[in-house]
């Protein structure tokens, strides 16, 4: 059963067919799964604001945020999320695993080759043109 309800805002970035993606550390819940990244938006944060310190923390980049492009609700065993997919474009940097395990630009193909965090499924799907 859930015990607790988190926002979190994802980083969707293109470079031309291909997506940032991030894998999560070995050590942590859903230990090396592959994400879109981002994170836990924090009490009087926007989704923006959060995103974008995210993708700076987490990786070292800065970005634009634009629209949302999907959204997904997920129940795992300790945790109920939202999920919020924003298309992004980096402005500065080069995506660094600073607080992941790895960090790429995956071709949309390859996206169902990996194994992905049970919330961001519905987001491989609809990128592949199944969703």
């Not at 607790?4 to 470079?15: D, Y």
């Not at 065993?77 to 790429?104: K, N, T, W």
């Not at 961001?120 to 043109?129: A, C, H, R, T, W």
Request: charged share 25%.
């Amino acid at each position: 059963m859930s015990c607790r309800f988190v926002r979190v805002v994802a980083a969707l970035v293109w470079r031309g067919g291909s997506v940032l993606v991030q894998q999560r550390r070995p050590g942590t819940s859903r230990e090396l799964l592959w994400e879109f990244p981002g994170g836990k938006v924090e009490q009087g944060e926007t989704e923006a604001a959060a995103l974008a310190r995210e993708c700076r923390e987490e990786m070292g980049i800065e970005v634009e945020v634009g629209p949302l492009e999907a959204r997904n609700v997920h129940s795992y065993e300790d945790l109920d999320i939202e999920l919020l997919l924003y298309r992004c474009r980096i402005v500065s940097g080069e995506p660094q695993p600073i607080h992941g395990h790895a960090v790429r630009f995956a071709p949309v193909g390859e996206l169902r080759s990996l194994s992905f965090s049970e919330a961001d499924l519905p987001f491989v799907g609809l990128l592949s043109g199944e969703g």
